[in-house]
């Protein structure tokens, strides 16, 4: 069984908004440099999402949306609301997915997450982009606004799943505005952020998850042994 953690998590890094630097051309490195700085000084986040997964092999796309919340350190919540309702809670100790509609709820070592994806390891702020990704500025136009920077990030080292992240970012605000994952087999995740709101006052509590009565508890962990 593949694990249901992977599609949900991969693009972790895109969540947070930079402030106006200006629309001038900047290098490569400039663009990285502020990127990398603006998460380490941003602690907490809530923002609304869009998810659309491109199927090759069933030539349709699914779409998603809901609330993403994230908290320094380790934190973070999605609560998809459309068209179905699921959850995914991460905190230092366990990673949750929750899908009411089979009444089950999947858990494991949240340490197992953030040793091996490293869109993760960045959000958690135990990463850095260059040294987890090879960067390059994308030749094509195809996933953002023309004002945008579009960066082609290859993990440097190989990851299940994961051939490459192109990220769009805003040149006038120097937000990351939207990501798209491709994976070796020709499918395409797209996630765009939209009503960010940083540093809030996001209670610890909010990143906690207690199964409900009658739900089913499956470690994934344990499937692995």
């Known amino acids: 069984m593949r694990n249901p953690f992977f599609s949900l998590v991969f693009s972790l890094l895109i969540f ?7 629309a ?11 990127i990398q700085d603006t998460y380490e000084q941003t602690g907490q986040v ?17 779409r998603e949306e809901g609330v993403f ?23 230092p100790e366990k990673a949750w997915l929750y899908v009411p509609a089979d009444k089950v709820a999947y858990v494991q070592d949240a340490d197992a997450i ?3 994806t490293v869109s993760v390891r960045f959000l958690a702020g135990i990463g850095k982009l260059q040294d987890d ?22 993990p440097v080292k190989p990851e299940e ?20 994952l491709f994976d070796p087999y020709g499918n395409v995740t797209t996630l765009a952020f939209s009503a960010i709101e940083l540093n809030r006052d996001l209670p610890d509590s909010l990143f906690t998850f207690k199964p409900p ?3 089913d508890v499956m470690d994934m962990g344990k499937q692995k042994k």
Not at 26 to 33: G, N, P
Not at 139 to 153: C, H, I, Q, V, W
Not at 161 to 172: D, F, H, Y
Request: glycine fraction near 4%; charged fraction near 30%; aromatic fraction near 12%.
């Open 213 to 215: 009565a009658g739900v």
């Open 133 to 154: 990704f090879k960067i390059s500025f994308a030749a094509e136009k195809g996933t953002g606004k023309p004002e945008d920077y579009l960066l082609d990030l290859v």
């Open 114 to 116: 953030f040793r091996s």
């Open 24 to 34: 001038e051309s900047l290098s490569l490195d400039d663009v990285v440099r502020k």
């Open 69 to 91: 919340y994230f908290k320094k350190p380790k934190r973070m919540r999605w609560v998809y609301t459309k068209p179905a309702a699921k959850e995914l809670v991460i905190n």
């Open 16 to 22: 947070f908004s930079a402030p106006a630097w200006g």
């Open 161 to 180: 799943g994961v051939k490459k992240l192109q990220v769009a970012v805003s040149r006038e605000t120097f937000q990351i505005v939207k990501v798209v």
């Open 46 to 62: 809530k923002a609304r999402f869009t998810q659309t997964v491109t199927l090759k092999a069933m030539k349709k796309a699914e």
